[in-house]
């Protein structure tokens, strides 16, 4: 009876990650046609807060689901959120810590070349990886290290483009521009690494810490609104240029990232790079077919280069979607002695 329960764990798995990735794909798509089409184009913030407002109605519904009864439902938000300040401040920190990255990263963009600031950036992909060697007390195995730095190589070359020169000069500070995408891609690691931690950690809900982590998210989001665009949302509005295009993409959006959290739960932050990886690529093909892009050499070779990394990874291995507590190992060479 154990292995159709696994068949269907592995099933759910799988359904999660391909949902995930076409949500995401589908996601950069609209959100490519919203910032080239839109007449008045919107605040990116105010979109983010909104986004994370949803995310929080959408696990209130589900948890309410879950505990199927409106006393129960009551008790675990008093119990697990409005009871329990500690458990949400552990989940601010990767809100706090995304928040950074994003300041960073943007820091980084205007002190480095694009390609540069392209190629650096995905590093975030072997930091991640190690990241759950560190923090979880895992291992990979060499071809899993291949694959990751592979995946890494074919994001680069799916996302490459041409440097076109410009007569416009602007200043940059190269050395503040590499210590900001250091920063941004160890938070990057950091941050979804500590997030699948806390998950797998204890018994809690997946939609218990979803709402303590988006509860914390709204207020940093707010606070990012304020600083980047307070005085233009004053005179315009907080949703001016809304379309129902954008309201598409901020659904995509909060729709993905419930899956992501999903995937992260019951696989692991490097499942989550390659459905991203793959997310990449459809993407890139649906705007050939709707925006008119043209398929490039190093679009085909970075295509090939993830597609060969996915399957790599995906070749049978030491499950890595659990956390080790390295107790097993140590045991099985006593054993052999």
């Known amino acids: 009876m154990a292995a159709p329960r696994e068949n269907v764990s592995l099933l759910f798995k799988l359904y999660c990650l391909a949902v995930m990735t076409l949500v995401a794909a589908a996601y950069t798509v609209a959100l490519r046609y919203t910032r080239t089409s839109d007449k008045e184009l919107y605040f990116s913030t ?45 989940l601010s920190v990767p809100s706090l810590v ?13 002190n480095l070349d694009a390609a540069v600031y392209q190629v650096t ?20 195995s060499k071809l899993q290290w291949i694959s990751v730095f592979m995946l890494c190589g ?5 996302q490459w483009k041409p440097a076109q020169a410009t007569k416009v000069m602007v200043e940059q500070n190269p050395l503040l521009g590499f210590g900001a995408i250091a920063i941004a891609v160890l ?17 809690t809900s997946l939609w218990v810490r979803n709402i303590q982590m988006y509860l914390s998210g709204i207020v940093v989001t707010l606070v990012g609104v304020y600083l980047s665009d307070g005085a233009e949302i004053k005179e315009k509005g907080f949703f001016y240029g809304y379309t129902y295009y954008v309201w598409l993409v901020i659904f995509l959006a909060s729709v993905g990232g ?4 999903i995937v992260v739960k019951y696989t692991d932050n490097i499942m989550k790079g390659f459905s ?13 077919m709707l925006f008119g892009l043209q398929i490039t050499l190093t679009f085909a070779l970075g295509t090939l ?28 060479r006593a054993g052999g002695v």
């Open 46 to 90: 105010t979109a983010v807060c909104v986004t994370e407002v949803i995310k929080l109605l959408l696990s209130v519904g589900i948890l309410a689901k879950e505990t199927g009864n409106l006393g129960r439902f009551k008790a675990s938000l008093r119990e697990n959120v409005l009871g329990s300040p500690k458990e949400l401040m552990k």
């Open 258 to 261: 419930l899956y992501t959290s």
């Open 187 to 203: 938070c990057s690691g950091f941050a979804g690494v500590y997030f699948e931690k806390v998950l797998k950690s204890s018994d």
């Open 98 to 110: 995304y928040a950074v990255q994003n300041n960073m990263a943007f820091l980084a963009l205007s």
């Open 305 to 332: 280069l993830v597609c060969v990394s996915i399957y790599l990874y995906g070749l049978p291995r030491q499950d890595t979607t659990s956390i080790q507590q390295g107790e097993t190992a140590s045991k099985e």
């Open 276 to 288: 991203a990886a793959a997310a990449i690529v459809l993407s890139t093909i649906a705007s050939v």
């Open 121 to 140: 950036y995905q590093l975030k992909i072997p930091c991640t990886a190690l990241c759950t060697v560190l923090m979880l007390n895992r291992t990979l």
């Open 154 to 158: 074919g994001v680069i070359l799916v």
